[in-house]
């Protein structure tokens, strides 16, 4: 591939540009279709979503207003007639569908000091996203004319309009903060701004053209927020590495006395196949994620593996036709100060750092081994404490936000009751005596069963046959105390009354169902997850190197990197130890998918340095070096292209744990945290300590496996500085002495 881009330099590069225009305009006029609630929740939830779809019920997007003072109590004059103001300004907007008296429904709270004005929008979810700031500003002009009491708005919509608009201006933030992060390191790894800017400009078109696949094949795989996000954090880390990997061995053989030819054909049969193999070993362990049977995870799964398959194509094609155009001008725009910084030879040797940790690491290998296992099984120890629930809005929106303040306020006066348990109950004949019955008993079970309260709501659809009971559940809403609310009223009382209907499907949904079921979901699936990439990683491992110990030693080590990083995970956002340096607290649990993700993420990036090392030093002991000699060789000719690739990684992740959503820094933190430990306790302390006391065993393939095929680039290149031989002997005179030396 890199002799054909350097043979038709022109074709490869307009041919990457046509590529990544195409699929940019042909996404943007498809557009994007994005995952439903039905598809994006299992269990009870998603068979509740797809109840009310198909009748064409679409749940109006509910909005709760808190009228609540100090000294008046609800019957007070001037009370109800700030009620009565607030019902007015929300019906003068136009946007609501429905505006119910506290009086009415009998929302008022058990001290009498407050009450709920219940509304919902008009249209659907968007619609109403759309609609909701007119709402909201009437529900603050009265909180103004009123400030000695408290007039607050809470609900799906409006805070779905703050998650919306966060979303976009976070999304925004990362990409002008991690796009200049990693030039700015590219710019002082290679001391040339022409370099620097290659990795990120071929980086950037990847996830263009990503994006317009994605959007384009949206309508077979909808896509989805978090899907875009993660498809931005793992195409800009993966697409800059490939290329510094790339680059960097091109250089590097250049500066050695290699021709411009032979520095590129070394370049892309080496690191060129480094990249191929770290990038199938991401697709595949990304991959996994489709095992989950969850569509968000297809969604992030098909967007991470699309930016990484469209990342090493442009690797392997446009980069060498690129830099076969460039030649030595790639070092155009050398920053003087930043070059008399770099060594000549640090390339080759290591530099002093990685030559200081290197020297005692190799010199005492077994005791480096338990040192740096240690200290990873201590990092990782809190992972045995891991609590994982899907984040309530509270806990996912960051502390001091007034959306947050008015559901505090709200669980205050009414525990549970802005996020209720929903009952969607689908009959031959909802409008029938015994059904009628059925329901009035369910609501008198719920309100006497101690774990839960009113006011409950009970909506009939009569020409649909559906009804929906909403109730109030005790706890915060992710729980034991809601969990247990759920258990009880799934298990209990929906078989106890309304399923005693014939006919009758009852699935119940809402906040605390959808944490409940999302978990029993991943719990179920994370086995199998988890042994489907380790195994295809094992093998890909065993293949790429025909060499059982290298495998075994790749999946373990990155099982210890994974292993820390949900520790530190645990330990920073579940129990808050160092959490107020994020700008954040402990808030208890850790968000349901991330440690999924993090894994099969991880996993396979950890696999890109992993390969990058191991190939340099399998190379190092195919040229005669024993493998002692090999391995030094390997870890401190590959040491400063992999600091800087873990530099950009921790830069561009660590954007994400600075966001405002706390999945967001969770999953940031996560990623960084693990590249961090990947690139420094495991490539230069564990790899080369365990390596060591392996020796010859490292490349032990049993006789049965023999059969494996040989994926080797298969290629020998003449000795670095052959070239300056053959000139000095063409050009020497014809004399016996000068011609031996020369040759020896």
């Known amino acids: 591939m890199g002799a054909w881009s350097a043979r038709h330099r022109k074709t490869a590069v307009f041919g990457w540009l046509l590529f990544v225009v195409l699929a940019a305009v042909l996404g943007g006029v498809h557009g994007s279709t994005d995952v ?8 009870q939830v998603s068979r509740a979503a797809k109840i009310l779809d198909q009748a064409g019920l679409k749940s109006p997007a509910g909005e709760t207003v808190l009228v609540q003072s100090a000294t008046r109590d609800a019957d007070d004059p001037d009370f109800k007639a700030v009620v009565s103001q607030v019902v007015a300004a929300v019906d003068g907007t136009g946007k609501a569908a429905e505006v119910r008296s506290p009086y009415d429904t009998k929302a008022v709270s058990r001290d009498g000091h407050s009450v709920l004005v219940l509304l919902s929008l008009k249209g659907d979810q968007d619609q109403a996203v759309n609609d909701v700031q007119s709402v909201m500003d009437a529900v603050a002009g009265v909180q103004r004319q009123h400030p000695d009491l408290t007039v607050v708005e ?9 998650i919306q608009d966060q979303f976009k201006d976070d999304f925004a933030r990362a990409e002008w903060t991690a796009v200049p992060l990693a030039l700015g390191i590219l710019l002082i790894a290679f001391g040339a701004l022409v370099a620097a800017v290659l990795p990120v400009v071929l980086a950037l078109t990847a996830f263009v053209a990503a994006g317009g696949l994605v959007a ?16 931005l954090l793992v195409g800009l880390a993966v697409g800059v590495d490939y290329c510094l990997f790339y680059l960097r061995r091109e250089r590097e053989e250049r500066a050695a006395g290699r021709d411009a030819a032979t520095a590129l054909t070394v370049a892309a049969a080496t690191s060129g196949r480094a990249v191929l193999v770290s990038g199938v070993t991401v697709v595949v362990a990304m991959a ?18 699309v930016v990484v398959i469209t990342a090493v194509l442009g690797s392997l094609t446009v980069l060498p036709a690129l830099l076969s155009m460039l030649g030595d001008r790639v070092e155009k725009g050398r920053v003087p100060f930043l070059s008399k910084l770099r060594r000549p030879d640090a390339v080759r040797t290591g530099g002093r750092f990685w030559n200081a940790v290197l020297t005692p690491v190799l010199g005492r290998p077994l005791a480096s081994t338990v040192l740096a296992g240690a200290v990873l099984l201590g990092l990782a120890a809190p992972l045995l404490t891991m609590h994982t629930a899907n984040l309530t809005f509270q806990q996912q929106l960051p502390a001091g936000n007034e959306l947050v303040a008015a559901s505090q306020k709200i669980e205050a006066a009414f525990p549970g009751s802005p996020a209720p348990a929903t009952v969607v109950i689908k009959a031959t004949d909802i409008s029938s005596p015994a059904m009628t019955a059925a329901i009035a008993d369910l609501r008198n079970r719920a309100l006497a069963s101690g774990r839960m309260h009113g006011p409950v709501e009970v909506t ?6 559906i009804a929906t009971v909403d109730i109030p559940l005790d706890g915060t809403g992710n729980d034991a105390v809601s969990n247990a609310a759920l258990k009880t009223l799934r298990e209990d009382l929906v078989p106890a009354t309304v399923l005693k209907v014939p006919g009758t499907e009852a699935p ?8 409940y079921d999302f978990n029993a979901k991943m719990t179920g699936s994370m086995p199998l997850v988890f042994g489907f990439v380790v195994a295809f990683a094992f093998l890909l491992m065993l293949t790429s190197f025909r ?12 099982l210890l990197s994974v292993g820390a990083a949900y520790g530190v995970l645990t330990l920073v956002f579940q129990h808050g130890v160092g959490a107020s340096l994020l700008g954040t607290a402990g808030v208890g649990a850790v968000e349901s998918w991330v440690p999924l993700f993090l894994f099969v993420i991880l996993f396979g990036l950890s696999m890109d340095y992993h390969v990058f090392v191991v190939s340099r030093i399998k190379e190092g002991r195919d040229r005669g070096l024993p493998t002692r000699a090999a391995i030094a ?13 873990a530099v950009i990684m921790v830069a561009v992740f660590a954007v994400f744990g600075t966001l405002s959503m706390q999945a967001m820094k969770q999953m940031g933190v996560g990623l960084a945290v693990a590249v961090l430990i990947d690139a420094t306790v495991i490539r230069a302390v564990l790899l080369p300590s365990v390596m060591s006391l392996l020796g010859e065993r490292n490349w032990y393939l049993p006789r049965w496996l023999h059969w494996l095929p040989d994926l080797s680039h298969g290629e020998s290149f003449p000795p670095v500085g052959a070239g300056r031989a053959l000139q000095e002997q063409a050009t020497a005179p014809a004399d016996g002495p000068r011609h031996r030396r020369v040759e020896a």
Do not use: C, Q
């Open 36 to 43: 439903t609630e039905s598809e994006s929740m299992p269990g």
């Open 216 to 231: 384009l094949s949206s309508g077979l795989l909808h896509t989805s927020n978090d899907a875009s996000s993660v498809m």
């Open 460 to 465: 009939v659809h009569a020409d649909k046959n």
């Open 288 to 305: 996994g994620m489709f095992l989950t049977g969850i569509a968000d995870f297809r969604a992030m799964a098909y967007a991470t593996i």
């Open 508 to 515: 119940v949904t809402g906040r605390t169902a959808g944490s």
């Open 633 to 645: 060789h390997g870890i401190r000719s590959t040491a400063g292209v992999v600091t800087s690739a």
């Open 154 to 162: 809470l609900g799906d919509a409006s805070s779905g309009k703050w």
């Open 547 to 558: 060499s059982l110990a290298v495998a075994l030693t790749a999946v373990v080590l990155n």
